[in-house]
Nanobody, 126 residues
C-alpha cells in the first residue's frame, strides 16, 4: 500500500500562486506514476496533471498548461504541484493519486489510479 497526504492548499487571490505537496509513505514511491486531480463543488472530478515514475514525462490538462507544473522527488518521497496565475475557476479540492501501471493512454483516467490522498482545498478569490 501507499499512503498519500496532501498539504499546501489555502486561500489565495486571483493571480497568486500556491505549491501543493503530496507526501508518500509505504511501498516504493518510484514504482508509481503520480497524478493530481481536482473536484469543485457540484462538479465531476477532473484531471489536472500527471508525471511518470522518474519525472521524465509530464502531462497536463489544457486548462492548466503553462500555469501549473508537476514534479516529484523520489528521495523525499514527495509529489508537488506548483500553481501560478491562479484563477477563481481553479477553486477545488486537489487530490494526489498513485498509479502503478500509468501510461500515456491512462494518465488522465482517475479510475486507473490505485491510491488516493484525502485532498487539500484551494480557494481562489476574485
Amino acid at each position: 500500500q501507499v499512503q498519500l497526504v496532501e498539504s499546501g492548499g489555502g486561500l489565495v487571490q486571483a493571480g497568486g500562486s500556491l505549491r501543493l505537496s503530496c507526501a508518500a509513505s509505504g511501498r516504493s514511491f518510484s514504482d508509481y506514476g503520480m497524478g493530481w486531480f481536482r473536484q469543485a463543488p457540484g462538479k465531476r472530478r477532473e484531471f489536472v496533471a500527471a508525471i511518470n515514475w522518474n519525472g521524465g514525462l509530464t502531462y497536463y490538462a489544457d486548462s492548466v498548461k503553462g500555469r501549473f507544473t508537476i514534479s516529484r522527488d523520489n528521495a523525499k518521497p514527495t509529489l508537488y504541484l506548483q500553481m501560478n496565475s491562479l484563477a477563481p475557476e481553479d477553486t477545488a479540492v486537489y487530490s494526489c493519486a498513485a498509479d502503478r501501471s500509468m501510461n500515456s493512454r491512462t494518465y488522465s483516467d482517475y479510475t486507473t489510479y490505485d491510491y488516493w490522498g484525502q485532498g487539500t482545498p484551494v480557494t481562489v478569490s476574485s
